[in-house]
């Protein structure tokens, strides 16, 4: 796969931090949690609710809840209404939008001071 | 001594079957009380499990699970729970009790009842075809106290699969916040099978997993009254880590201190976990609250009809010429079904296409989704996309088109004593 365009210092989500989407009628989470515990901190300050919203402009969420767990360095996304209805009536071709973590995870976000392209989730 | 070790040897209706006997084995490498659980039971299943057809199918599936793992079962006195009943527990356990009498093996059979309601019409439009409520432990733990080697429930709420054995075992009280809770989040751990343990997890970089081909099954332990919960894969390929068990923590969680079930309330935001050995995580901080007022309930709704069609389009401008079929179709279908509101993703661009093509895929599929109670209707919307064969841009091909039944599913809500789970054991049981 190309790495998305990228900007001086900028790197996608994915190579901090993991995560994985499930859905219960029309909400979607997706989870967002750091290889590195040290990370948390950058994590919490980059991959904010804005940031989801606009991951998902092409599919806008009536609303967009964080959830922080810092002892396990890890936060939770809920997203609103991004399921046309939920997955027994979506259209879409993943209707339960299993797939949408990696909209989220793709998102660049600025690289932690001192990093090397050589950090945990780097391909 | 008096641990309870329970094993997911399912983790969704179709699941490997060869995964049920992993996880047998795996249980015979621990001492205490030891348990099998299958989670088979998805939103919509018990929709498209009404009528006779659909429960004989329920039945078959059931007997498919076991016959994969009931001889590991019987050897090692490993009792078994699942929601593989969907929405027939009784006659479920019926053809499980036949089978075992047809191969002249002796496990006593019980089921649980209680979580079907009334068929109320629902404000969705459409007949209303099934209603039930998620219930709670409650019926397992009567019908283990019954006798039961092997229990067979209905829409029995997933993590409740867990949390019957442990308030067994364990003899807890319904009031029992904080075991119920640690219970609760076994099971949420373990339902899903082997996403806890290296399934649903595989990616390049720091994500690898080994042996994904022939992923192990997860065991949960829960020793009485500690507040530690471990997690293992003992046996089989993938990996069981801090990463893998965060993932699945989280999955389908919304408020991390609200994750309500008919049992309890279970708080997982003050959760701690540690690598307690290879292929072992272990938590503790789980907490309970006063379980909530409101049992969920499910009505499954006949919706109609839904209608995909899909058809391929090759080389540097390809997405061009998908992108010209469809606004073929658009200009078709307003004529035919103005009314209908397909749905259009051009595979292979479904995200890029938002962002105004950054890249050119070579290798696109345009797919039409359409939705209404009028199957005819619906034929006709997939008749124009085949149409596109020969009317259509240059260099489409591979056309598919499928029909299938529409069930949507109206979330409710009943009061406990409207929907009380009760566990039998079967009469006349091997």
Redesign the interface.
Do not use: C, N
């Given at each position: 796969m190309t790495e998305p365009a990228t900007s001086a210092g900028m790197i996608p989500v994915r190579q901090l931090a993991h995560g994985r989407a499930g859905d219960k009628g029309n909400r979607l989470n997706i989870s967002v949690i750091a290889f590195d515990p040290q990370h948390f901190e950058h994590l919490k300050t980059h991959v904010t609710e804005d940031l989801c919203r606009r991951a998902f402009s092409f599919q806008p969420p009536s609303g967009v809840t964080r959830y922080l767990l810092p002892k396990i360095a890890a936060m939770n996304f809920v997203l609103e209404d991004v399921l046309d209805g939920g997955v027994n009536v979506n259209l879409r071709l993943d209707r339960h939008g299993k797939t949408l973590s990696y909209v989220l995870l793709d998102m660049l976000i600025p690289a932690p001071p001192g990093w090397s392209d050589q950090g945990p989730g780097k391909k | 001594m008096g641990d309870v070790h329970i094993a997911a040897g399912a983790g969704f209706s179709n699941d490997r079957r060869e995964l049920g006997e992993i996880a047998a084995q795996s249980l015979t490498l621990f001492e205490g009380h030891r348990y099998l659980i299958f989670e088979c039971l998805a939103?919509?299943t018990l929709a498209l499990a009404q009528g006779e057809e659909g429960r004989r199918r329920q039945a078959e599936r059931a007997v498919g699970y076991l016959q994969a793992c009931i001889n590991t079962c019987i050897l090692n006195n490993i009792k078994i729970i699942s929601n593989f009943g969907g929405s027939a527990p009784k006659q479920v356990a019926e053809a499980i009790a036949g089978f075992l009498k047809e191969h002249n093996l002796r496990r006593k059979v019980g089921y649980v009842l209680g979580d079907e309601l009334p068929v109320k019409e629902t404000e969705h439009a459409g007949r209303a075809i099934s209603c039930n409520a998620y219930i709670g432990a409650k019926g397992i733990v009567e019908a283990l106290d019954a006798g039961a080697e092997i229990v067979v429930t209905g829409r029995v709420a997933d993590p409740s699969l867990a949390v019957g054995p442990v308030a067994f075992e364990h003899e807890l009280k319904w009031i029992d916040w904080n075991r119920l809770a640690q219970a609760t989040l076994a099971g949420h751990l373990i339902e899903c099978a082997t996403q806890v343990c290296g399934g649903?997890?595989a990616?390049?970089?720091?994500?690898q997993v080994p042996g994904l081909a022939r992923l192990g099954a997860p065991v949960a332990s829960i020793a009485r009254g500690h507040d530690r919960l471990t997690i293992s894969k003992p046996l089989g390929g993938g990996s069981l880590t801090?990463?893998t068990v965060?993932?699945?923590?989280?999955?389908?969680?919304?408020?991390?201190?609200r994750y309500l079930t008919p049992d309890v309330v279970m708080d997982?935001?003050?959760?701690?976990?540690q690598q307690s050995g290879k292929d072992e995580v272990t938590l503790t901080?789980c907490v309970g609250h006063a379980k909530p007022d409101w049992l969920k309930t499910l009505t499954c709704v006949d919706?109609g009809w839904?209608g995909e069609g899909e058809i391929s389009y090759m080389g540097d401008t390809g997405l061009d010429r998908a992108q010209m079929a469809r606004a073929v179709l658009k200009q078709r279908l307003e004529n035919i079904a103005p009314s209908a509101e397909?749905?259009f993703?051009i595979?292979g661009a479904?995200?890029d296409e938002?962002?105004s093509n950054?890249?050119r895929p070579r290798d696109v599929r345009l797919?039409m989704?359409?939705?209404s109670r009028d199957r005819d209707q619906v034929q006709a919307l997939l008749d124009e996309v085949e149409a596109l064969y020969l009317n259509g841009p240059a260099g489409g091909g591979g056309i598919r088109l499928n029909i299938s039944p529409?069930?949507?599913?109206v979330?409710g809500a009943a009061r406990h004593n409207e929907a009380v789970p009760r566990g039998y054991l079967l009469e006349d049981t091997p």
């Open positions: - | 939103e919509r649903y997890f990616d390049t970089g720091a994500k801090t990463a965060t993932e699945q923590l989280l999955y389908e969680i919304h408020d991390p201190a997982v935001s003050g959760v701690s976990m901080g919706a839904i397909p749905h993703d595979v479904m995200y938002a962002e950054i890249r797919r989704a359409v939705a529409r069930t949507a599913t979330a």
